[in-house]
């Protein structure tokens, strides 16, 4: 169907630097930028919460307090205690993802989690910390005994549960995001030879339907899933339940 790219970006190759032409060391261009511009957003939104903390009244500060607060009883209830540690990383996950998945909202963006690349990534983070502080808190001799659970012929199956894990979350939010850029991108495309269908589609609403289900609502949806199962996991992993 005419106007719609999918599958198909721009791409900067760094081979050069290691004087080879490998797949591997090929770069989304437009994955990049757009998580990058991310990144910046939320620096900014930190710079203003820092702000806004230090007025000492105002609607705005006490909105950011509550909005802390929010992070806190959330982490609290899955956790079972107060970290900021855990609570600072599992925010920032959140908006990170939460805003990665909002990006089309911006003209010219696109979400950098319809990239599978971003959506590993953020699974092997998500596990790389549970394990470490999994190890911090037990010791990496407990940490490795537990591999051994219940017996010790469940150890391939226990390390492929694990590396299971990364897989899943990843797949999930790469999944779901990606289907709905692909229907936005298709409906779009549907649309975009006919400016009295754009016209009635824009009156009636139907626009901002589909903008609002799979940009605003799939994305918000998706980020809260995703850290959720983030912050079940290192809950689990703190109890020394299947870490």
Not at 7 to 32: K, V
Not at 56 to 66: F, I, N, P, Q
Request: net charge negative.
């Amino acid at each position: 169907m005419d106007g719609i790219d999918v599958g198909h970006a721009t791409t900067w190759s760094i081979g050069w630097l290691f004087n080879t032409e490998s797949d591997f060391l090929t770069l989304n261009a437009q994955t990049l930028i757009d998580t990058w511009i991310v990144m910046g957003i939320i620096l900014g939104l930190c710079i203003v919460g820092f702000i806004l903390l230090k007025c000492a009244s105002g609607t705005a500060h006490h909105a950011m307090l509550m909005v802390a607060d929010a992070a806190d009883q959330f982490c609290m209830q899955a956790l079972g205690f107060f970290s900021p540690k855990h609570i600072s990383f599992i925010a920032t996950f959140f908006i990170f993802i939460l805003l990665c998945n909002l990006a089309p909202l911006i003209p010219g963006m696109e979400e950098p989690t319809t990239d599978l690349n971003t959506t590993l990534s953020l699974g092997l983070i998500a596990f790389l910390y549970t394990q470490y502080e999994a190890i911090k808190k037990f010791g990496i001799i407990a940490y490795i005994q537990g591999y051994f659970q219940p017996f010790f012929l469940l150890l391939p199956l226990n390390i492929i549960g694990k590396f299971a894990t990364i897989v899943s979350m990843s797949f999930r939010l790469f999944g779901n995001i990606f289907g709905g850029a692909l229907i936005t991108k298709i409906y779009a495309g549907a649309i975009s030879k006919w400016w009295l269908l754009q016209l009635i589609c824009f009156a009636c609403g139907l626009n901002l339907l589909i903008t609002g289900f799979f940009t605003i609502f799939e994305g918000a949806l998706q980020a809260f899933v995703f850290t959720m199962l983030t912050v079940t996991n290192l809950g689990l992993a703190l109890q020394g339940e299947g870490h």
